[in-house]
């Protein structure tokens, strides 16, 4: 449990166990893995697609418990939401400005819109409120290019697109939780993906961005949005919403290994992929190098991550 150097260790047969100095996530290590052993049963011993399919399938099974997870609130649902316009609040601006109840938003910013999760994420990118849309209106596909939504301002003095229209929800049946477990799961894949070149970029600020402490904060206070319910709908709302971070969280871990990222289960993967079409080993102190630095740097990310995390909370943030 952990990273970083062992602060102590236990376990006499095959299975060694040990607590490290940085609480951040983990790791299992199979014989072999970082090294060479002459053990048959080793890591290293096994062929390249055994070997493959290890490291893989870390990764899957997160994927597949955040699946699991979106299936489940889904199921819950009284309606499930649509990329398409059901209706309008009074007032609307995005209506005075030209969408119409019954169009389907198909892209935002470039980016197709698969899920109603799609909606909120995407038009968030928009810093001053003015996307280019595309939706499709009678079968037809129509560009609304510097499309003008209302703002308001959020935290750190950024200004957040209000949604002013009502989507279309479908009754949830065993082939619609299906179908839109599939959709909002990649969803949230891009969303991991699509967030990562935003830090990245520059398009968020550091104080935008949460490590182990602000999602711990955040689900702590969903936690007491649920407990502190005063009727039975609110109390499965707040569950639901709890549920939907489990599953961010889960898709988000998959998603992240499976990156080519050196010391991530990806960049192992990349390693063995390289093998695997030339045929021939890559150097074990090269590897190892690219690795450790790898390790070096994420560690270095999370360390102050969780420091804005930390300033962040302690100045209520």
Known sequence: ?????????????????????????????????????EDPRAFNQKPKWQRFLILFGGAAVNLLCGLLIM????????????????????????QANGLQAGD????????????????????????????????????????????????????????WIVR???LVGVKPTFSSVVSHTVLES?????????????MVTGHFKLSEISGPVGVVNLIQSQANVAAQSDTPKETHEAFLNLLYLFSLI???????????????????????????IVRRPIPKK???????VGLLLLLSFMVVITFSDIWGWAHGK
């Open 104 to 159: 389907v938003i198909y892209k935002i910013g470039g980016k197709r819109v698969i899920s109603s999760s799609d909606l909120g994420f995407l038009l968030s990118r928009s810093a001053d409120g003015v996307v280019d849309l595309v939706v499709i209106r009678d079968g037809k596909k129509l560009a609304l290019d510097q499309f003008p939504f209302q703002t308001e301002p959020g935290e750190g003095g950024r200004n």
């Open 71 to 94: 299936a489940v609130i889904l199921s819950q649902q009284d309606l499930i939401g649509t990329n398409r316009i059901h209706s309008f609040d009074e007032n609307a601006v995005s």
């Open 286 to 292: 090269l590897e190892a190098w690219v690795h450790g």
């Open 186 to 198: 990649a969803s949230l894949a891009r969303m991991v993906w699509l967030s990562l070149l935003d």
């Open 1 to 37: 449990m952990g990273m970083g150097p062992a602060i102590f260790k236990f376990g006499k047969k095959e299975t060694k166990y040990a607590v490290r100095a940085l609480p951040f996530g983990g790791s299992v290590l199979m014989e072999g893995e970082n090294g060479d052993s």
């Open 164 to 166: 002013d229209f009502v």
């Open 250 to 276: 889960s898709i988000n871990i998959g998603v992240m290994n499976l990156l080519p990222v050196p010391a991530l289960d990806g960049g192992r993967l990349f390693f063995l992929l390289v093998e695997m």
